[in-house]
């Protein structure tokens, strides 16, 4: 089972970017006045960031790294971990975090590497980073987390399109002998991988001249082969059926209840599932903060997002926190973090 | 389990713009001018927060009326 504790790991700082142009889904054609009503009252969504064609993810992170790198004046030579997590990658290959690396002029002495995840990536990225830092060997690391989703919708799927945003934020974790452990309840089920995914391109099934077919599967819902592909009420039970229980089993295990946390941070998925998940955990309302109306769903930036553009300040002053993610993989994972105090940087716009 | 009124009653509030008593026992729910695939996802969220029971995509594809989604919420419930 994968509840763990990982000790000497202090969360220094968040910082996050998004892209600064905003599409609103009051002016998404492919919905009527009522579908776009009801869109809103479920989903919460009214805004979303989208990148520019040729804007990336790693230029997201890139830019929340730099704001860190320079507002605590870190000597470059002193990161000793990078570590990108994400699904949209700049290549196929390398991986973006060594290119990250470079770019952002640390040292050859950098360990780097890329995590493949997207809805948990922010939990599970923390859990890795602090796993590696956790016995003093490295003492500085960044992690960066983020997704450009807007890049494999189809437009003409009002099923999807109106749900993704664009973002991608930078954590500078230290080693800190002091901290209160933080503990981890990370979990997985590949039995249900096909409730979103992106069907071609990889190996199992490479692009043909079928990918770029259009498939109708009903009334504005029409995508190709290497649009991503969403099972709206599989991955909405699996959500409500798992995140809460995956909570519950956390706080079980390192004997606290919900009323001793302060903030619970819900990877921001939809409005409606969030809050089931919320009543199931008895967290009241004002503790669970939500960036769903202005930024949609941001795929695995959407914690960090959440606590930059929401959280703020607040979580300058020592808090208890629990964070939880759930989605693709189907992955998902929380995490308690106790008597943290969190710089949050300010929300950068990308041109 | 509470009655089938009292069902459609929690169904009707989550339809805006329905006006109450459009929805009878043998009401295919599809049919509803109302109706989207987000109204699924409604109806889903509905019945698991109120009577804890979690319907799958199967259970509403086999579902027509709304005494066919009562029969397998009561079923489910008890």
């Keep these: ?351 | 389990m509470e009655d089938i009124q009292e069902f459609i009653k929690k169904i009707e509030f989550e339809m805006d713009e329905i006006e109450p008593g459009t929805i009878q026992t043998r009401t295919n729910f599809r049919e509803l001018e109302q109706w989207s695939s987000m109204m699924g996802l409604i109806f889903i969220a509905l019945i698991d927060t109120e009577y804890n029971v979690t319907l799958n995509g199967n259970d509403l594809i086999n579902c027509k009326t709304v005494l066919d989604l009562y029969e397998v919420v009561k079923n489910k419930a008890s």
């Design chain 1, 1 to 351: 089972m994968a509840l763990t504790s990982i000790q000497n790991i202090k969360i220094t700082a968040i910082s996050a970017c998004v892209p600064k142009a905003s599409e609103s889904n009051y002016d998404y054609d492919a919905l009527s006045d009522s579908e776009k009503k009801l869109l809103v009252k479920t989903t919460g969504i009214e805004n979303r960031r989208v990148a520019r064609f040729g804007m990336c993810t790693s230029d997201l992170c890139f830019a929340s790294a730099e704001q860190i790198i320079k507002k605590y004046n870190i000597n470059r030579d002193e990161i000793d971990v990078l570590i990108f997590v994400s699904q949209t990658l700049d290549y196929f290959l390398p991986a973006t975090s060594i290119i990250l690396q470079d770019r952002l002029k640390l040292s050859k002495t950098t360990m780097a590497f890329d995590i493949v995840l997207g809805c948990s990536g922010y939990v599970y990225g923390l859990s890795v980073i602090s796993s590696l830092m956790s016995n003093g060997n490295f003492k500085k690391g960044l992690l960066l987390v983020g997704d450009k989703s807007t890049f494999s919708l189809s437009k003409e799927d009002k099923s999807t399109y109106p749900l993704f945003g664009d973002a991608g934020t930078a954590t500078y974790i230290e080693y800190d002998p002091t901290a209160t452990p933080i503990d981890f309840n990370l979990q997985s089920d590949g039995a249900g991988f096909k409730a979103i995914m992106i069907p071609d391109g990889g190996t199992r099934s490479p692009w043909t001249k079928q990918t770029d077919k259009i498939i109708e599967l009903e009334k504005g819902v029409k995508r190709n082969m290497r649009n991503l592909w969403l099972d709206g009420i599989e991955v909405f039970n699996f959500s409500i059926r798992e995140a809460p229980i995956n909570i519950l089993a956390l706080l079980d295990y390192n004997q606290t209840n919900i009323d001793d946390y302060n903030y619970v941070v819900f990877h921001q998925a939809n409005l409606l599932m969030n809050e089931c998940i919320r009543k199931k955990i008895k967290a009241p309302i004002e503790k669970v903060p939500y960036t769903l109306k202005d930024f949609g769903n941001t795929s695995s930036a959407s914690i960090p997002l959440t606590m930059v553009v929401e959280l703020g300040n607040k979580l300058a002053q020592k808090n208890n926190l629990i964070l939880s993610a759930f989605g693709v993989g189907l992955s998902w994972g929380s995490v308690a973090i106790k008597n943290t105090k969190i710089n949050c940087l300010p929300l950068i716009e990308l041109d």
